[in-house]
Nanobody
Framework: QVQLVESGGGLVQAGGSLRLSCAVS????????MGWFRQAPGKQRELVAV???????VYFDPAAGRFTIARDNAKNTVYLQMNSLKPEDTAVYYC?????????????????WGQGTQVTVSS
């Protein structure tokens, strides 16, 4: 059974940085694509960044130019470095095991969500 444990969130001032981590177990981590989602209060969950099993990366509008996704296969961990944080980045951040389908794009491969980690950016 896949387990995802996110950490590294907290309270930071606008312009600051945070590094999120996600420890993954229950799967062969190195062969899976991974991603970070976020969900702000009253909003839908959105995909922020993707890193493939071959280390290719994709960033979506909120993250482009400010966030960096990385993985360490030896530690079964995926990271999200977030710089130049803005109040609108305030959300619960979740990591996820992804699969890509041409009909649906990137989706949650196992239908399981961890507890997430809260990021709060003050103005």
């Amino acid at each position: 059974q896949v387990q995802l444990v996110e950490s590294g969130g907290g309270l930071v001032q606008a312009g600051g940085s945070l590094r999120l981590s996600c420890a993954v177990s229950g799967i062969i981590f190195s062969v899976n694509d991974m991603g970070w989602f976020r969900q702000a209060p009253g909003k839908q969950r959105e995909l922020v960044a993707v890193i493939s099993s071959s280390d290719s990366t994709v960033y979506f509008d909120p993250a482009a130019g400010r966030f960096t996704i990385a993985r360490d296969n030896a530690k079964n961990t995926v990271y999200l470095q977030m710089n130049s944080l803005k109040p609108e980045d305030t959300a619960v951040y979740y990591c996820q095991v992804l699969e890509y389908r041409s009909s649906t794009g990137w989706t949650n491969k196992y239908g399981y969500w961890g507890q997430g980690t809260q990021v709060t950016v003050s103005s």
